[in-house]
């Protein structure tokens, strides 16, 4: 066989495979805008025709710009205007898609108690529309607010009695991006040194974009304040721009970026080892030098202490588990950040939010996140800054 008649099968399943994909774009984007579509505009409805026709176009226009605006927006040319427009698009449209289904459900009720079209399909578009935006409103207000303090108490067996009560001030998905929130970062900070925290974390995902374009808005995190350490490590997006540049950034503002490392704190006799691993992504991103190591990052340290670990995603937990870490602080998941999209991310992550244990020692917290990704929205999964007090065990 030539080498010509060896490489065009491969062409042709690597072909296949692009269609295949392309094809399953077109499938979710004609659900995404079709459902809606037809249950708020079409369905049994009847309205007039130029009601009918104006939404048909508005929906159409939308579908054809989306994914222009995304490409422009999250491509190579990173336009932030067209990554805002895009993301706003894409959360309004997810909102719709849910609630287009809850309300045909809604429409078979309707059904069986006897009321008839267009009655029937009308209460169901209007109940989808105005339901929709509520909580578009709502969701944007709670997106773009600063976030609640979430306190959370977890007991740590091998905590020694002087670092009791300690305080350890979680940040996470800041994902400082398109739409700027300098002074959002601002607050958010200010929120924080009111915690009065021994221990400040970042656990990745600090911004959509690179060091130059996000400087502005990444620096109120200088002026964090805390006694013991801050520690910052890489989260996936980090590997999507130069996550490198973040590490050496966030070193020039005084946080420790734990790049598979460790520093030991120590108050009152105790001490706690304070590790970081790069995220779950970080050896496929072909960034030199950059994978999640837990030995690394733990070489060195006293077997006898207690570790706490900065990892970006739930699922490093793991690892935790088999190199004993006692505390794991993770985010990602943003609490599936509009619902019901957390019952996708449990399909990946082993929590969505909250304090779990793994294994006999090992606890993990996964934080719902203190931004947003993309779509300016929060339904149903409040935003926070998390403040963990560390317990030691109480005495017989």
């Not at 990745?204 to 006694?227: H, N, T, Y």
């Not at 970081?276 to 950059?290: C, E, I, K, L, N």
């Not at 996964?366 to 007090?389: D, H, K, M, N, Y």
């Amino acid at each position: 066989m030539s080498t010509s008649e060896a490489v065009r099968p491969a062409r042709a399943r690597r072909s296949r495979r692009r269609m295949l994909f392309g094809l399953t774009i077109v499938a979710i984007l004609g659900l995404l805008f079709g459902v809606p579509w037809w249950t708020v505009v079409v369905s049994g409805t009847r309205w007039p025709p130029a009601v009918v026709a104006a939404g048909t176009v508005a929906f159409a226009v939308a579908l054809v710009a989306f994914p222009v605006l995304m490409y422009l927006g999250h491509g190579r040319r990173h336009r932030d205007w067209a990554a805002r427009t895009g993301d706003t698009i894409l959360g309004v449209i997810w909102v719709m898609f849910t609630w287009a289904l809850l309300g045909n459900v809604l429409s078979l009720a309707l059904a069986i108690a006897g009321v008839a079209d267009p009655g029937r399909s009308r209460i169901v578009a209007a109940a989808t529309a105005a339901v929709s935006l509520v909580l578009i409103l709502w969701g944007y207000a709670e997106a773009m607010r600063v976030p609640r303090v979430k306190r959370v108490d977890v007991e740590i067996g091998r905590l020694g009695a002087g670092l009791d009560g300690v305080r350890v001030v979680v940040l996470t998905d800041t994902h400082y991006g398109p739409i700027d929130r300098a002074r959002w970062s601002a607050r958010v900070v200010a929120a924080v040194n009111d915690l009065d925290a021994d221990i400040v974390c970042h656990t990745g995902d600090i911004a959509d974009g690179g060091v130059a374009e996000r400087r502005a808005q990444a620096a109120p995190l200088g002026v964090v304040r805390a006694r013991l350490a801050r520690a910052y490590v890489t989260g996936n997006h980090e590997y999507f721009g130069e996550a490198q540049g973040w590490l050496d950034h966030m070193r020039e503002l005084g946080w420790e970026p734990l790049h598979n490392r460790h520093v030991v704190v120590e108050r009152d006799g105790a001490r706690l080892v304070v590790a970081g691993v790069d995220d779950a992504t970080a050896a496929s991103s072909g960034a030199t030098g950059h994978l999640a190591d837990h030995a690394t990052a733990l070489a060195g340290a006293d077997p006898d202490l207690p570790v706490l670990l900065l990892a970006h995603q739930p699922k490093q937990v793991g690892a935790a588990v088999a190199h004993g870490v006692d505390l794991q602080i993770s985010g990602h998941t943003h609490g599936g950040q509009i619902w019901p999209f957390h019952f996708l991310v449990r399909l990946d992550q082993p929590v969505v939010h909250g304090l779990s244990r793994h294994g006999e020692r090992t606890q993990l917290y996964t934080s719902r996140g203190t931004g947003f990704w993309g779509p300016p929205l929060r339904v149903f999964a409040p935003s926070e800054i998390t403040l963990l007090t560390l317990r030691a065990p109480a005495g017989p």
